[in-house]
């Protein structure tokens, strides 16, 4: 059975850092495009960046240069460094694990990881 637990979400205040991790059980992490989403208050879940299966990075363009994808794949996790957060950063923050096409879209994945809540205050 494939899990993913997601936890380093927090109250932030503006400018400031967190680092979210994605640990899997039940499935190699990095067989398969492994991504983050997020989802605001009334907001839809959207993209925010992905490893594909064979290793390249995908960032939206409103995380570009703040957010940093890493892995360990001793440890079967996948890191999201947060940095220069803004009040429109704030959103349940979703991993999700999932085949091979289809990197940015939420359909593409089978796995998903409970969420952790990130507030960025102002």
Do not use: H
């Not at 009334?42 to 993209?47: D, Q, T």
């Not at 998903?112 to 507030?119: A, S």
């Amino acid at each position: 059975q494939v899990q993913l637990v997601e936890s380093g979400g927090g109250l932030v205040q503006v400018g400031g850092s967190l680092r979210l991790a994605c640990a899997g059980s039940g499935r190699t992490l990095s067989d398969y495009n492994m991504a983050w989403f997020r989802q605001g208050p009334g907001k839809e879940r959207e993209f925010v960046s992905a490893f594909s299966w064979d290793g390249i990075t995908f960032d939206t363009d409103f995380v570009k240069g703040r957010f940093t994808l890493s892995r360990d794949k001793a440890k079967n996790t996948v890191y999201l460094q947060m940095n220069s957060l803004k009040p429109e950063d704030t959103a349940v923050y979703y991993c999700a694990s999932g085949g091979r096409v289809g990197v940015t879209r939420a359909v593409s994945y089978d796995y998903w990881g409970q969420g952790t809540q990130v507030t960025v205050s102002s």
